[in-house]
């Protein structure tokens, strides 16, 4: 039985509730019935006398009684806090994240109007100095995509792999996904490596990826890579670790992003002032994104090629994927009680006690 927030383990002792009004009833009953004689030479004066306030709190005392016997009954039930622990079972999804850190990422062409037009009254030299245009390059909307993707996962473990000349773990597989964000938010300093942000190696990150994975011993596996670019620097080419993947179970999902043609916002320099400005430029067949290969690689593993123009597009690519690889969890909810009658038979016990002290102090009664 429970009321509230208590749970009660034996709900029967309320039965001996019903002997409260009883007791009530036979106190008035007795009351009324009894009758008090005196002899007093005066009755007149005798009419005048007002009642103490002992006389006026006289029902003091039964009542403390019948209170302490309601505490004494609700100890009795044995009123418990009840705390619902839930278990969770679950197979998982152990996913790992494959990001491109090389220098393209840097790009601005995935601009909203808006945002280019802001772009474009700042200070173009300050921005490029600074640092600031990456908050609208490709990368920063990939990191705020992926770290969203992360926030909807639950129960699945998830890692960080980047990859631009060699690739690097940056998160092995993780529940704590604080820590994986703050790790993602980070991932620009890898694109403005001169050293890693030189070159593409798509191949090596699957396979650094891949190597997270082999071990695990989730129901489902699975790789989500991201890049702008072409493979140019892989020891092991994507089409070969799509094959090992195929082979470890591993589904590989492709994301490309960039325009695929079009003119992009850029830096330009003045060659007699050495002034830099902002300008546009086209978008040449060199820079795009090998679909083929990122198609084949999907395809052999059973994930899914997709491209991305600009922010709403990744944002779709990525809740896709998310419903796509849903985990199937199984919860088991156990209670747990702790036993909170003692307050209630502190309480009586108290009652008890100061019904006997006045009782026989401040309302004797005497026959």
């Not at 969770?88 to 909203?112: P, R």
């Not at 129901?219 to 670019?229: H, I, N, Q």
């Not at 060199?286 to 709403?312: C, H, M, P, S, W």
Request: glycine letters at 6%; aromatic letters at 8%.
């Amino acid at each position: 039985m429970d009321i509230g927030a208590y749970h009660f383990q034996n709900p029967e002792a309320f039965w001996l509730l019903v002997f409260v009004p009883i007791l009530i009833a036979v106190y008035v009953y007795r009351g009324m019935r009894r009758k008090s004689t005196i002899k007093f030479p005066a009755l007149a004066i005798a009419k005048k006398a007002v009642p103490s306030r002992r006389v006026k709190f006289r029902h003091i005392v039964p009542a403390l009684r019948l209170a302490a016997l309601c505490c004494f009954v609700i100890a009795l039930a044995r009123p418990q806090n009840a705390m619902e622990v839930e278990y969770t079972n679950t197979d998982g999804v152990d996913i790992m994240l494959s990001l491109d850190v090389s220098a393209s990422m840097g790009t601005l062409d995935m601009l909203t109007r808006s945002e280019q037009v802001k772009l474009g009254v700042m200070n173009a030299e300050r921005m490029l100095k600074s640092g600031e245009y990456w908050k609208y390059s490709r990368m920063n909307y990939a990191q705020q995509v992926i770290a969203d993707f992360i926030t909807k996962r639950h129960s699945d473990r998830i890692g960080l792999s980047a990859f631009g000349a060699r690739a690097v773990t940056q998160c092995p597989l993780t529940l704590d996904y604080g820590s994986l964000q703050e790790i993602l938010g980070a991932s620009d300093e890898l694109a403005r490596d001169s050293v890693i942000a030189s070159r593409t190696a798509i191949g090596d990150g699957l396979m650094n990826a891949l190597a997270r994975l082999e071990k695990s011993e989730a129901k489902s596996r699975v790789v989500v890579l991201l890049t702008d670019g072409r493979d140019n620097a892989s020891v092991v080419s994507p089409v070969h670790a799509a094959d090992v993947a195929k082979a470890l179970g591993v589904k590989i999902y492709t994301v490309g992003v960039g325009k695929k043609q079009g003119k992009i916002l850029s830096f330009q320099q003045n060659p007699w002032t050495g002034e830099i400005s902002w300008g546009e430029r086209d978008i040449t067949p060199e820079e795009g994104i090998d679909e083929n290969v990122l198609q084949t690689v999907a395809q052999k593993t059973g994930g899914k090629f997709y491209r991305a123009e600009n922010k709403e597009q990744l944002e779709q690519i990525y809740s896709e994927i998310d419903e796509l690889e849903k985990t199937e969890i199984e919860t088991i909810a156990y209670a747990r009680y702790a036993e909170k009658f003692y307050p209630w038979l502190l309480v009586g016990a108290l009652l008890i006690l100061l019904e006997l002290i006045l009782a026989n102090t401040r309302f004797v009664r005497i026959p």
